[in-house]
């Protein structure tokens, strides 16, 4: 008896055809949409008890895996907002900074986000991060405009050319 090769064939082609399919699928499920995941909850990594923001200064912390951008911000709390750290990213825009909100959830943002600069000092220092309008006076003009210390020849933060 003998046996054709051809069904062999075909089969090792099919195998190596469904791997490569696979392959490119899985590729374009990972690369078709960015994952900022701006407003995942985050850990703040500090000895502070405390998760929601009470303070009048912002906490950051720059190491926090959760984070694509690895950026967990607690930004002031200018209006007792209940939400905790959250991941953020930079951005030059409000358009930079669509995220996840929940009304459900109270240690989410409800409100969205603002592209605006969290803090004047450390290593964040002037960068415009996208920062839950939870914690932001919104009623007041202007409120996510470049504060004046951040300007050029005002400051000496790294993060202002």
Do not use: W
Request: net charge negative; with cysteine; proline share 4%.
């Amino acid at each position: 008896m003998t046996l054709s090769s051809r069904p062999r064939t075909f089969s090792r082609f099919a195998q190596v055809a469904t791997k490569a399919l696979v392959v490119v699928l899985a590729g374009l499920v990972l690369t078709g949409c960015p994952d900022d995941k701006i407003g995942r909850k985050c850990d703040l990594d500090t000895d502070d008890a405390g998760t929601t923001g009470t303070t009048s200064s912002a906490t950051i912390n720059s190491q926090a895996v959760e984070c694509p951008s690895r950026i967990c911000l607690l930004p002031a709390n200018e209006k007792n907002a209940t939400a905790g750290g959250l991941c953020t990213a930079s951005c030059s825009s409000d358009d930079d900074c669509e995220g996840t909100t929940s009304a459900g959830d109270p240690s989410l943002c409800h409100t969205g986000f603002t592209c605006m600069v969290a803090t004047t000092v450390g290593d964040f220092c002037c960068q415009r991060l996208c920062v839950c309008r939870d914690f932001v006076d919104t009623s007041v003009a202007n409120y996510n405009k470049t504060p004046p210390v951040c300007e050029a020849g005002h400051t000496t933060c790294k993060n202002v050319h």
